[in-house]
């Protein structure tokens, strides 16, 4: 039987082209959904390009009948605009809200046809607990759905036999009858004597050479950085490695995500001249929020959204307070920045643009949705190299959780992939203190 599909203004906002997602079934939205995408239309943010791609969608759709009545949709379905027909509400929800209203407008569908199956899609968690204790069916909307537990990892442990791990480190690489069944293109894992649990080697599985392969190790270290535990190393290998084009680091804080980027970024940027630019770039909660409501010239509004990416800069050059000449980059990081090798900006300034031959690290990419990791990676020009990182478990967007982020959806769609890496990383090396804070609270 043909399902009724009620859309929320949330959903719409989070992917416009959420109408065609849901197979032969009707799709409905409220008039009141409507007028709420009308208030988001003249936004700069990524919600009002949303808004403004949606009503072009349903412009396009009225060529097709009335919207009223319904028209059909082109992957199967019909889509309606649904004007009325409240049903009554307890009288501790007010008809005054807009959530409401919807609330009643799926009461009065299901009492229409008891049959049929209505179910309400909203990404708003009290309206699903209202809209359950009503009796209506509720579900949230998600593109992807990945458990922060269930994220590929990409890093393993194996047991071998002693006799291989001693033939990876005299032959530089071992040829593991098992590898393509084990590993994906460029996971790393770690080797491990049967016998011996000390007795371990690092590996990167490389999927042109069909074989396990050592990890780069950098002898005078990333800026004076040096690897702290295996997930570091794994993280360096692939933050260095020129073949490897999309990197995500995935961890909670402390663990060293941004710093690592950041070093190999100056590296491969200003020891190697293997790319023409830093590009070091951060979501100004959220994305495209105007930064004119902060006093001060563009570089000083943008100070306290990056003003973590200079605390690192910072740190790589070893500058202390006393060494900065003014809030935000140290010395170092300022003279980087008027050589034209370092560049930061905030996510507001991508779209559209094309970078190539340059290396673009993306901070608090958790805070992003799908469709603009998306857009953010076809930004890609030849030669560039792009990593992400990010934290699960710290995300202020309203539009994304934990299971279906943007960071979560790439590192899934690209963990086959011969030109992506990924890697969790679990250990906190800040401070003990950030540590235990991270665990603890």
């Not at 390009?49 to 199967?76: C, Q, T, W, Y």
């Not at 990383?425 to 235990?436: A, D, I, P």
């Amino acid at each position: 039987m043909q399902k009724a599909f009620i859309l929320d203004t949330n959903v719409l906002l989070f992917d416009p082209n959420a109408i065609f997602k849901f197979g032969n079934n009707e799709v409905i939205i409220p008039i009141v959904v409507i007028e709420e995408i009308d208030h988001f239309k003249r936004d700069m943010s990524e919600n009002g390009r949303h808004a403004r791609m949606f009503s072009r969608l349903i412009d396009n759709m009225r060529a097709a009948g009335e919207l009223s009545k319904g028209v059909k949709l082109p992957g199967g379905g019909v889509l309606s605009v649904e004007l009325g027909g409240y049903a009554p509400l307890p009288l501790e929800l007010s008809m005054d809200k807009a959530d409401n209203r919807i609330l009643a407008i799926a009461i009065s569908l299901k009492k229409e046809q008891p049959k049929r199956p209505v179910i309400f899609v909203t990404k708003d968690t009290n309206l699903r607990i209202k809209a359950d204790a009503l009796s209506i069916s509720a579900q949230d909307y998600e593109q992807s759905s990945v458990q922060p537990e269930e994220l590929y990892s990409g890093t393993l442990v194996i047991s071998v036999e002693a006799h291989l791990v001693d033939e990876f480190y005299s032959q530089k690489k071992l040829v593991y009858q098992e590898a393509s069944q084990t590993f994906k293109p460029n996971q790393y894992g770690v080797l491990k004597d049967t016998t011996n649990p000390n007795h371990t080697a690092m590996v990167r599985y490389s999927k042109e050479l069909d074989a396990l392969v050592p990890l780069y190790k950098p002898a005078e270290g990333l800026w004076g950085i040096f690897p702290k535990n295996a997930e570091q190393a794994f993280a360096i290998d692939a933050l260095m490695n020129d073949d490897i084009k999309l990197v995500s680091l995935v961890g909670k804080a402390g663990t060293g995500k941004t710093l690592l980027a950041i070093a190999a970024g100056l590296s491969k940027t200003v020891d190697e001249g293997v790319y023409h630019r830093l590009l070091v770039s951060r979501p100004v909660f959220p994305l495209g929020k105007d930064i004119g409501f902060l006093p001060g010239t563009v570089e000083e509004k943008l100070n306290p959204w990056m003003q973590p990416i200079y605390d690192n800069i910072d740190f790589l050059f070893g500058a202390t307070g006393a060494g900065k000449g003014r809030r935000g980059a140290g010395r170092g990081g300022i003279e980087l920045i008027n050589q034209g090798l370092l560049q930061i900006e905030p996510l507001t300034y991508i779209r559209g643009r094309s970078i190539p031959q340059q290396y673009l690290i993306v901070d608090e990419a958790q805070n992003l949705t799908p469709h603009e990791i998306k857009t953010i990676v076809t930004r890609a020009g030849e030669n560039t190299k792009i990593v992400l990182t990010g934290d699960s478990f710290q995300i202020d967007n309203p539009y994304v959780d934990s299971a279906n982020n943007g960071l979560v959806y790439l590192v899934e769609r690209f963990k086959g992939e011969v030109i992506a890496a990924h890697i969790t990383l679990t250990k906190g090396e800040r401070s003990k203190l950030s540590e235990l804070a991270s665990n603890l609270l």
